[in-house]
C-alpha cells in the first residue's frame, strides 16, 4: 500500500516544476466519499530568460478514471513573473470522490523575449492511508 502520494519533477525550457501532494485526513470524511489532498508547488526558472506563468491546465483523474479537466488563468491569483533564478511557491487542493487518483498538467509561459511554450507538470500521486 501506498503510504502517502509521490510527488514529481519536469523541466521544461529551463522551467523547473517539483509537486509534492500530501492527504488531508481532518478534512476529508471517506464515509460520504470526500478525500481531500493539497499539493505544493515549487516553480523556478533555471534558464536564461525571464518568463511570466499566463495560466494553468490540469488533469485530475480519480480512482474509478474518471477525468476531470481543468483550467484557469495564473495560479492561486498570481501571475509569476521569474527572472532567471527566481522561484514561486504556492499549495493549493484538490478533492476527489475516492481514495486516490492522479494530476498532471501544464502552465503556459510567457518568455520575456516573446516566446510561448508549456511547462509541462508531470503526473503526481494523490493516495490516502486508506489504499
Known amino acids: 500500500a501506498l503510504q502517502h502520494g509521490t510527488g514529481s519533477e519536469s ?4 522551467i523547473f516544476v517539483r509537486v509534492s501532494p500530501s492527504y488531508l485526513a481532518a478534512q476529508s470524511d471517506p464515509a460520504a466519499g470526500r478525500f ?3 499539493y505544493h508547488v515549487m516553480i523556478r526558472n533555471e534558464g536564461v530568460v525571464g518568463a511570466r506563468l499566463c495560466s494553468r491546465q490540469w488533469i485530475i483523474v480519480d480512482g474509478e ?3 476531470h479537466d481543468v483550467n484557469g488563468m ?11 533564478g527566481e522561484s514561486f511557491e504556492y499549495s493549493s487542493f484538490c478533492p476527489l470522490p475516492t481514495s486516490w487518483g492522479t494530476m498532471e498538467g501544464s502552465y503556459i509561459m510567457e518568455q520575456h523575449e516573446g516566446g510561448v511554450f508549456e511547462a509541462v507538470v508531470n ?3 494523490l493516495v490516502s492511508p486508506a489504499c
Open 11 to 14: 523541466l521544461t525550457n529551463g
Open 36 to 38: 481531500l489532498f493539497s
Open 65 to 67: 478514471g474518471n477525468r
Open 74 to 84: 495564473g495560479v492561486v491569483g498570481h501571475y509569476p513573473d521569474l527572472a532567471p
Open 123 to 125: 503526473r503526481f500521486f
